[in-house]
Structures are given as structure tokens and as C-alpha cells.
């Protein structure tokens, strides 16, 4: 080829790798309880970047331990706190075990955790805010894993994953890491002592994708000032995940207020409903569920398990949903 003609086509060549890179879509991939369902345990999202990293958060008791086939590859592990529901205390036999009113998560995954199994199995990084990399570190090494695999993303600063930005935000919840994790004579008397290991703040999330698509993951969390100042102020996500499930978090009426009021996205994937909020992929009536979707003034995408959505780097979903 003459170099001018080559000159040209690598010219447009590049303009159509970038346009692609640019029009790419992230996809979310709900890991729930039942198939096409929103169950109560509901949390693990996969979070694929255009560029194919795959993020996994709050992997909690639906994922069916480290060979649940749905995971595929997994190079990032995040974990918003240390409670039993996120971290994985226990997990499913199986994918869709059990009811969606009462799943099958039987097999216990202390004292290591569902999360860290998944982790060890997948050589995948644990980013994780607050005083938590530490503990995951120990786990890792103790497990023949290497500690560095462990990442601190402490709030205000942010870590890179493949094409992903990673940071942490401010959750308003507690964090206290059961002794079940901790063994022995200490975890024992700690037990007894009705106390629980200091691991830091509990903590949300902000992913910035490839495609520039940025995600605000609420963690479990209140109502809190930061949503409006330090979210939607500096981050300005245009897609949120937020707990709705009430009692131990914002419910329906109070995190419609942050949706609409303090981090204003495009669109929210209700998460942590703690109900049975669907049957056959529809919000059954009068569930909390339903009252998030009244209450919101924007799209409200319900996370059913195994059923991908993809979103445009504007937080519309453009398939899937
Ligand atoms: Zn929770």
C-alpha cells in the first residue's frame, strides 16, 4: 500500500476504534436469589467496563461461592461493609436455590467470607475504603493469596481498575466486623462480650467507566449531607444504585428524597430491598419496591437476577431494561 492510502486508512481506522470505544456501553449484571426475580438478598452487581474489566459488588450470600457460573472473570472485588448480607457470611448451594422468600444459603463461608473466596478463586483485587484493607489482606495471605491483592481507596482518593476509576464516598451506617471472622479465644470472648471488630467507616462508591459513564453506589447508608456536597457536588454521577429496603437503611420514602432531592441522576437501580419485590419479573403491588418507583422523578430500573442492562455513558439504559 502506498503510504498516503496507509496513512488514511490507519487515519480511519483509529476514528472508528475510538468512536466504538466512545459509543461503548457498560453493562450491570444482577447475581440475585432467582432467576429474572428481585429477591430480600438480593445485592451482587457485575459491572463490566467497555474495555472488559469486570467488577463485582457486594457479592453478599446470593453468589453461590467462587464456582456460582455466572461470576466468569472477576478483576475487582468491592465490598461496601462488613455486614453478613455484603461481605458473605453464607451463601447459596447453588444458583437459584431455594425460593426467592427463602433461599438456599446454607454453606457457610466463615471464616474467610463469600467475598474473599471469590477473590482468591479469581486472583482479583479487593478495593475496599476505610480501615477495611487490612482485614482482607490477612485473609488473602492466610489463605495462600498475596496481600497485595488488597487495595485501599480511602475516601477522597480513587484507585484504577483496567479503564475503571474507583473511589469511595461516605456511608452513614455501622461496620462492625462480626468475631465470627475473627476465630479463637478472642473471637470467642468478643462474641460473648456482645462487641464487634473496629474495621472503620462503613462506605459507598463511585465508579467512573471508560465510556465516562459514573455510577454511585450507595453502600448501606442513611440519609447524609455528603450525597448532596460530595456526590452529586463533585462526582456527578448520572447512575445510581441505592438502598431502599427501610430499617436498616434509607426506605422507599427516604431514598427517593436523596434521588431526587441530593444526588439527582438520570436513573437508579433499586437495591437491598429486603422483600419479595417481584413475581415473574413484575414489581408486585404494594411492596416498597413499588413505592421507590412512584416516588422517583427519573427512570427506576429494577435489578433482576441474570437479566443485563446496559447503559450509554449518559446513564440511559439502552438495552435490558
Ligand atoms: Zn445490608
Known amino acids: 500500500m502506498k503510504p498516503l492510502l496507509r ?3 490507519l487515519g480511519w481506522l483509529s476514528t472508528m476504534i475510538a468512536s466504538a470505544v466512545f459509543a461503548a456501553e457498560v453493562k450491570v449484571t444482577p447475581l440475585g436469589g432467582q432467576e429474572g426475580e428481585l429477591c430480600p438478598q438480593d445485592r451482587a452487581l457485575v459491572f463490566e467496563d467497555p474495555d472488559g474489566t469486570r467488577i463485582l459488588y457486594d457479592a453478599g450470600r446470593t453468589v453461590a461461592g467462587p464456582d456460582d457460573p455466572r461470576l466468569g472473570r472477576i478483576d475487582g472485588i468491592l465490598v461496601s461493609h462488613m455486614h453478613g448480607d455484603h461481605l458473605g457470611n453464607a451463601h447459596n448451594k447453588a444458583p437459584d436455590s431455594g425460593s426467592c422468600d ?8 466463615l471464616p474467610n467470607s ?4 471469590i477473590a482468591l478463586a479469581k486472583k482479583a ?10 482485614f482482607f489482606a490477612g485473609k488473602l495471605a492466610a489463605a495462600g493469596g498475596d496481600p497485595k491483592d488488597s487495595i485501599l481507596a480511602r475516601f477522597g482518593g480513587n484507585v484504577m ?4 476509576s474507583i473511589a469511595t464516598v ?10 465470627d471472622y475473627i476465630g479463637g479465644e478472642l473471637g470467642k470472648s468478643m462474641k460473648a462480650a456482645g462487641i464487634a471488630g473496629y474495621v472503620g467507616e462503613a462506605t459507598g462508591y463511585v465508579l467512573t467507566f471508560s465510556n465516562g459513564l459514573v455510577v454511585y453506589l450507595s453502600g448501606d447508608t442513611g440519609i447524609t449531607a455528603e450525597q448532596d456536597l460530595v456526590v452529586r457536588g463533585h462526582y456527578k454521577p448520572s ?5 431502599i429496603g427501610g430499617g436498616f437503611t434509607t426506605g422507599p420514602k427516604e431514598a427517593a428524597y436523596v434521588i431526587n432531592d441530593l444526588v439527582k441522576p438520570k436513573a437508579v437501580i433499586a437495591s437491598h430491598v429486603n422483600e419479595v419485590a417481584t413475581r415473574e419479573g413484575k414489581v408486585l403491588p404494594g411492596t416498597k419496591t413499588e413505592a421507590f418507583v412512584k416516588a422517583v422523578s427519573v427512570p427506576v430500573h429494577v435489578p ?6 446496559s447503559f450509554d455513558s449518559a446513564g440511559k439504559c439502552v438495552a435490558g431494561c
Not at 427463602?102 to 463461608?109: E, I, Q
Not at 483485587?125 to 487490612?134: A, F, I, L, Q, Y
Not at 433482576?304 to 442492562?309: F, P, V
Open 304 to 309: 433482576l437476577s441474570g437479566r443485563t442492562m
Open 7 to 9: 496513512a488514511l486508512a
Open 239 to 243: 447512575l445510581a444504585v441505592m438502598n
Open 125 to 134: 483485587k479487593v478495593v475496599t475504603g476505610s480501615e477495611m484493607p487490612p
Open 102 to 109: 427463602k433461599p438456599d444459603v446454607s454453606v457457610s463461608a
Open 161 to 164: 481498575l483496567g479503564g475503571v
Open 170 to 179: 461516605p456511608a452513614f451506617h455501622s461496620n462492625g466486623l462480626d468475631p
Open 114 to 117: 463469600n467475598s474473599v473466596n
